[in-house]
């Protein structure tokens, strides 16, 4: 009986990975992607699976699975475990570099309220840039040296401009320019390629199992993915950013995790984001 | 009367030895089973004896009347994706996550179910 039903939810998926899939084929011809309707069969994929959850409550990953967790999510937000670290990252915002300059000079609307519109598509340089990126490369043209991509200062800098974005849909925009939409085909593919030893999809376990309980943990529905990023995971007893999240997912299915801001971890932030438009910024997160 | 004693003596000690055997294969099937750097199973099978279950496949149970056939439980295991291309069980066998005399064991323990 549940294996039929199990069986029936993959075809399900591959219903859906047919029809992502019909505007993948490699025949070169680029006017067959068509981010536009990806986007629309994305959601829907997640709203018919999940009748019961709100659009934009799918921005609370595990938390938007079941009601138990959802009410211990809203206890938990009463004492934000991640206070701490966007305490920090709003002092580590307004501080002076050495040269006299702050990260706000290195942003649109000096950094706040903009964390919806990352990563975006940098058409001088031909690739995508997520909120991570431009912040060390702002650090690195005002003569200061980088931060690591995966906890800490990275992840104070992003919940503080996460926390100023709150409620702000996400707005990632894929201009005209065919690198831009090579870009998200590769992200998107990238998330729909099996690797490692398991043999996982980063769909296998985000599209075809959420809910679902995978030990202890309850799998995030990939729709809002990011949106909560940067995190606070009682497991870690800290911070991770986007960067942590996806190295993690990454070596727990015995693959070789890349490294943070490889240009495919970048186009799958873009293909993931992009696909969660219209979707709330609910970060810093609050995780099991 | 001695080769008789002897006899006795080794029927005695083989009609031991063949359950201990087997009961020995089992438990090893199960630690791999339950093992998180081995089968893992646990990760998404509720398995009878196994704590903290995953929900992501059926729970394992009455696995014999199910697959009285040994060789589909060994193929299950090889690689599922035959069965079920999409399905996200690991190909334990053709990934070489386990040998296949771990898997014998896994089926083994299956078979208890």
């Known amino acids: 009986m549940k294996l039929r039903y199990a069986i029936y939810l993959a075809s399900a998926a591959l219903a859906f990975g047919m029809l992502t899939l019909a505007s993948t084929l490699p025949s070169g011809a680029a006017d067959k992607v068509d981010p536009v309707a990806d986007a629309k069969a994305f959601k829907k994929f997640f709203t018919d699976k999940f009748p019961k959850v709100k659009l934009e409550d799918f921005v609370n990953g595990p938390y938007s699975m079941n009601e ?199 186009n799958v932030e873009y293909y993931l984001s992009y696909v969660s438009n219209g979707l709330p910024i609910s970060g810093p997160g609050a995780r099991p | 009367m001695l080769p008789a004693f002897t006899l006795a003596l080794v029927i005695g000690a083989f009609a031991s030895t063949a359950p201990a055997q087997a009961q020995s294969a089992v438990d090893e099937g199960r630690n791999l089973a339950f093992d998180r750097g081995k089968g893992n199973c646990l990760t998404c099978h509720v398995i009878k004896g196994g704590t903290l279950p995953g929900s992501i496949g059926p729970e394992l149970r009455d696995i014999k009347s199910k697959y009285p056939k040994r060789e589909d439980l060994v193929a299950i295991l090889n690689d599922e994706t035959q069965r079920n291309p999409l399905t996200v069980m690991p190909p334990f066998g053709r990934n070489r996550i386990l040998t296949e005399k771990e898997i014998n064991a896994v089926v083994d323990f299956l078979q208890t179910l």
């Not at chain 1, 980088?146 to 894929?174: H, N």
């Not at chain 1, 309850?218 to 809002?224: E, K, T």
Request: proline share 7%; with cysteine; aromatic share 12%.
């Open chain 1, 68 to 266: 138990d967790l959802h009410r211990q999510w809203q206890e938990k937000e009463q004492f934000p475990p991640y206070e701490f670290s966007l305490e920090m990252g709003k002092e580590m915002f307004s501080k002076p570099f050495k040269n006299g300059k702050t990260y706000a000079d290195c942003f649109p609307n000096g950094g706040i309220g903009v964390r919806q519109n990352y990563p975006y598509f940098d058409e001088k340089e031909g690739k995508v840039i997520t909120l991570e990126l431009a912040l060390n490369r702002c650090r690195e043209a005002n003569g200061e040296a980088p931060y690591s991509y995966v906890k800490d200062e990275m992840a104070a800098l992003t919940a503080y401009m996460a926390f100023t974005s709150r409620g702000k849909p996400m707005d990632i925009k894929i201009p005209d320019d065919p690198r831009a939409l090579a870009a998200y085909e590769n992200g998107k593919e990238y998330f729909y390629t099996r690797r490692g030893q398991l043999n996982f999809s980063c769909a296998a376990c985000h599209v075809q199992s959420p809910g679902e309980r995978i030990r202890a943990e309850i799998l995030a529905p990939a729709l809002g993915i990011v949106n909560a990023m940067p995190i606070y995971r009682s497991e870690w007893s800290g911070m991770g950013t986007t960067s942590r999240r996806f190295t993690t997912c990454n070596s727990q299915i015995r693959g070789v995790p890349l490294n943070p801001q490889d240009d495919e971890y970048r």
